[in-house]
């Protein structure tokens, strides 16, 4: 009996610890809840099939950058390069796929070769921001902060500040096609959502991610190669913001020269509201995936009741300040 009911103390001390570890997570939900009852009372047209939809095609873009820099948050650095990556790599492939007589170079590549030369971008750029990082031991925000600039200069001098169209359906497809009525971007965006939730938690890798966000040192004294493993983040968080880039240019019918542009800040401020910490170490994909819901449908409401777009920018700071006090009495409860 009395075993018992030690078991039975514990497992309620470890349900409730759950519980309070997650508060930042959970105090997502609530606030998901009020919006859409606030969009519901601001606009009949909220709750229809086709507003909702659009609200998680439109979030599907941001939702895979913010599954890239989680990975990245997780072991306790940044990337904002991130939004740089999802105009330049697009615009590489679409400046080398369409004419000259329309703004590209002419060599008329084979539309899946447009795709791996995308993604392959993207590799490129997260391998070069990891090992500045890592290697070289320079400060992420700044590396990173130097790659935007540069990454954004260099897709304006390509495309001289125009709009590159014409770009094949191939090219398109996953940016444009609907999957049983449903936009494909969305349940890409869904599969890839799940896919990262089950890594970090069943993979050596997902729980290095955690171990070394949490203490860097004990990690590589207990055998885990931090240094491969910061990188691979980086290259991952890279590939799925070029990733991100394709579906964008889609959706878009089109690549601009400030594509992505600002869509970091958005992409911190979901995973901040989900719960993921900037010093790294704590956080999980359930948690952006609400920051991420949260944002979308806040953004549509404010919309719809017609509020400026500058103003929307405010409400994201204010979302935000309000994520890191409750992450704040989270902590405190735990102390």
Same mark, same amino acid.
């Given at each position: ?85 999802? @105009? ?14 329309? @703004? ?17 971008? @993207? ?13 070289? &031991? ?58 990262? &939730? ?24 207990? *055998? ?50 989900? *719960? ?23 953004? $549509? ?11 929307? $920018? ?22």
């Amino acid at each position: 009996m009395r075993t018992t009911a030690i078991r039975t103390t514990a497992s309620k001390s470890n349900f409730a610890q759950g519980l309070v570890q997650n508060v930042r997570e959970l105090s997502v939900l609530p606030g998901l809840i009020i919006v859409v009852i606030i969009g519901a009372i601001v606009s009949p047209a909220f709750l229809t099939a086709a507003n909702l939809t659009l609200i998680l095609r439109q979030s599907a873009e941001l939702g895979i950058v913010v599954i890239g820099l989680t990975f990245i948050l997780l072991t306790g650095k940044l990337d904002i390069s991130l939004e740089s990556t999802v @105009g330049l790599a697009p615009m590489v492939a679409a400046w080398l796929m369409i004419p000259a007589a329309v @703004g590209g170079l002419g060599t008329d590549i084979n539309p899946f070769l447009a795709i791996f030369i995308t993604l392959s971008i @993207g590799v490129g750029i997260g391998l070069f921001n990891g090992f500045l990082v890592v290697k070289l &031991g320079l400060d992420p925000f700044i590396v990173t902060l130097a790659m935007l600039i540069l990454l954004r200069g260099i897709t304006l001098g390509i495309s001289e500040g125009k709009t590159l169209a014409g770009l094949p359906d191939a090219f398109r497809y996953i940016g444009s096609a609907r999957w049983l009525g449903v936009p494909a971007a969305i349940w890409v965006t869904g599969i890839l959502f799940l896919i990262a &939730g089950l890594a970090l938690r069943y993979t050596s890798w997902g729980r290095a991610l955690y171990a070394i966000g949490g203490n860097a040192e004990a990690a590589r004294a207990a *055998g885990i190669r931090v240094d491969f493993i910061v990188i691979s983040a980086f290259v991952v968080a890279s590939a799925l913001a070029a990733f991100a880039g394709l579906m964008l240019a889609g959706r878009l019918a089109s690549v601009t020269s400030g594509m992505g542009e600002n869509l970091i800040f958005s992409a911190l401020a979901a995973a901040v509201i989900g *719960g993921v910490q900037l010093t790294g170490g704590q956080g999980r994909m359930v948690g952006a995936l609400l920051g991420v819901l949260l944002l979308g449908t806040l953004t $549509n409401v404010l919309t719809l009741a017609g509020v400026p777009t500058f103003w929307i $920018n405010a409400v994201y700071g204010a979302v935000i300040l309000l994520a890191l006090l409750v992450g704040r009495w989270g902590a405190r409860t735990r102390r």
